[in-house]
């Protein structure tokens, strides 16, 4: 829309301005010309103020029953008493004529057209004027002149009306310039803040709507919210990796100090060795795994083939537990782009957590079907299930359900989060729910487009 975009509302923004400020410089003009006190008492020689041309014309124009109308609501109005002078110096309705009129009148019998004169009794404005009926006359209208103040030395000094004009232009630029700028200043501060380490740095912003800069402070929130979630799970992680290996590391010692001291038995003391150490070794593995790069998807492989082997292994793996894993899949192919055994890894791990888990003498159901444009495997166990509040922390790194299994038994709690780096890896999604049966992994892939 065109009221939320920056540039939009900064060209119209400055355009008003310039639109403001000539309306207001030709309104406050046509404004101070025709105020009843405005004269040319400034440039004497030039034309009198719109307010005197058209008192003038109307003293030229009007009807001899009009007239005297219009110079009695011309005194109670603007307070302007105005004379109609004869070629003898009479006022045309016999009034007496106070000091200076005749003085005005005698002047412009004379070739000038108009005169004023600025007395101490107040100001006369003089002008030859022409009525049909009287023929020639001398028109002079006194009135006082203005209360010293603002309105008045705007009227007088063009400079001071400039100069007005350049303030609250520049107000309203300010204004207007502070209104588009506060969001960048609040980005500005926020980055700072969190650079400085403040990793709950936000922006106050409205939800949607707005212009750039809330959509720019949206993303900022945005990618704060993420790097905060990064470091925190980077310092989790590297307290999980410190956690996981000093219970090996103090077996590889223990077992090293008994090999030195217990020679006799040295060859079981060292077998304890090495199994210690090729346990530091898969995890490690498994550590790298979880942690792998984003990589370049080179090659193409039948979803369905895939998941029908690596159900068969399962199957075979599950029947000492007498546990057994039903496949189920009506499409033809279904290809997708991957990198080695990415996908391989990541549906053995999904497939032996859904075994591990679910109890003997029951199913582990896979299916893959195709929705639009990617294809979703559901694989559901007959396992307990995980507390909802849980769900999402089944793929973090070293997590457990169950916090009192070993090691050995229960493994390390990185086969999820391993599953969740390469589907994601291959622009897709895992989610895990609980069902009437137990739990479920789905996996969403795109579909590869030749």
Known sequence: ?????????????????????????????????SMPQATYRNNPGGPPPRFMKQLIYDLQNRSDAELP??????????????????????????????????EIGEKLHG???????????????????YRSEQGPLNAVIAFQPPTPGLMDALGRNLWLRIFMAVVVSGFICFALSQAMTNRIKQLKLASRRLADGNLSTRIDVRDRGGDETDELARDFNSMAERVEHQVKSQKRLLGDVSHELRSP??????????????RDNSTRHLQRIDHEATRLEELIAQLLSSQTAEIRMEEHIDLGALLTELCADANFEGEPADKRVE???????????????????????????????????????????????????????????????????????????????????????????????????????IVAENTENGLAIIVSLPAYID
Request: net charge neutral; glycine share 6%.
């Open 1 to 33: 829309m065109i009221h939320s975009r920056l540039f939009v509302k900064i060209f119209l923004g400055f355009w008003l301005v310039s639109i403001a400020i000539l309306g207001s410089w030709l309104i406050a003009a046509k404004y101070f010309e």
């Open 249 to 262: 590391l103090a077996r590889l010692r223990i077992a090293l100090a008994l090999a030195q001291e217990d």
């Open 69 to 102: 109308i219009l110079l009695e609501r011309i005194r109670k109005k603007h307070q302007y008493d105005i004379y109609l002078l004869t070629q003898e110096d009479v006022d045309l309705y016999g009034r007496e004529l106070p000091v200076g009129i005749k």
């Open 327 to 429: 496949y189920h899949c009506e499409l033809d192919e279904a290809v997708v782009a991957t990198h080695e055994d990415l996908l391989k890894k990541s549906f053995e791990n999904i497939l032996r957590n859904a075994l591990k888990y679910t109890p003997g003498s029951s199913v582990v159901m896979a299916t893959l079907t195709q929705v639009d444009s990617e294809y979703v495997v559901r694989i559901e166990d007959h396992g307990p299930g995980v507390a909802e509040a849980e769900l999402d922390k089944l793929f973090e790194e070293f997590y457990r359900v169950d916090t009192a299994r070993p090691r050995e038994t229960g493994g390390y709690g990185l086969g999820l989060a391993i599953a969740r780096r390469a589907i994601e890896q291959h622009q897709g999604s």
């Open 111 to 129: 070739r000038l057209r108009r005169v004023f004169l600025a007395t101490p009794q107040g100001h006369l404005f003089g002008h030859k004027i």
